[in-house]
Each structure stands twice: as structure tokens, then as C-alpha cells.
């Protein structure tokens, strides 16, 4: 079991910085893939971004491919996306994410957080 508490989300100005936190409960960190996805209002919930368990390959969304980056900590049982030039297209909830593969379908993920707000003003 793994239990995800997602943090850094807030209110910032169109092209400013924001860097979300996912800290994760558990041993096993190291042993999953982990990622972000956002919904915005009334869209449906879409990945940002996903990294290999151990090794440090990322995968991005293109629309925020060359913006964002994630990454992770796993002697603090952390995972981070570092949000820049942000949009207000990028405003949606943030959640973070635990499974086994690499994936862009939330259903493959076994774990999620609770999200975190994110909104960005024109």
C-alpha cells in the first residue's frame, strides 16, 4: 500500500514557476513508476509526465514538453515537477501517481493522491 500526499500548488501569473511535491508513505518507492496527471474543469483528467522507477528517463505530455520536468528523490520517497512558463491553459487539478509501468492511461497507475490546485492568471 502506498499513500500519496501531493504539495506546491497555488495561485501564479502566466509565465511564472511553480514546483509540486508528491510525498510517498511506504518502503517500496524505488520499486514503482511515478507521474503527474491534471484535470481542468470540465475536461477529462490528461498525463503530464512520468519517470522510470530507478534510472532517471522521463516522459512528458507535448503540451508541456520543454516546461515542465520531473523528477525524483527516492531516499526521500519524493517525486517533484518543476512547472515553468506557465499558461493559463495549465490550470487544472495536479495529481501524482504510483504503478508499475511507464503509462499515459491513468488506469494503469495502482496509486493516486488527493491533487493539488494549480491556477494560472492571464
Known amino acids: 500500500q502506498v499513500q500519496l500526499g501531493e504539495s506546491g500548488g497555488g495561485l501564479v501569473q502566466a509565465g511564472g514557476s511553480l514546483r509540486l511535491s508528491c510525498a510517498a508513505s511506504?518502503?517500496?518507492?524505488?520499486?514503482?513508476?511515478m507521474g503527474w496527471f491534471r484535470q481542468a474543469p470540465g475536461k477529462e483528467r490528461e498525463f503530464v509526465a512520468a519517470?522510470?522507477?530507478?534510472?532517471?528517463?522521463?516522459y512528458y505530455a507535448e503540451s508541456v514538453k520543454g516546461r515542465f520536468t520531473i523528477s525524483r528523490d527516492n531516499a526521500k520517497n519524493t517525486v517533484y515537477l518543476q512547472m515553468n512558463s506557465l499558461k493559463p491553459e495549465d490550470t487544472a487539478v495536479y495529481y501524482c501517481v504510483a504503478g508499475p509501468l511507464i503509462s499515459s492511461r491513468w488506469s494503469m497507475y495502482d496509486y493516486w493522491g488527493q491533487g493539488t490546485q494549480v491556477t494560472v492568471s492571464s
Open positions: 511506504g518502503r517500496t518507492f524505488s520499486s514503482y513508476v
Open positions: 519517470i522510470s522507477k530507478i534510472d532517471t528517463n522521463t
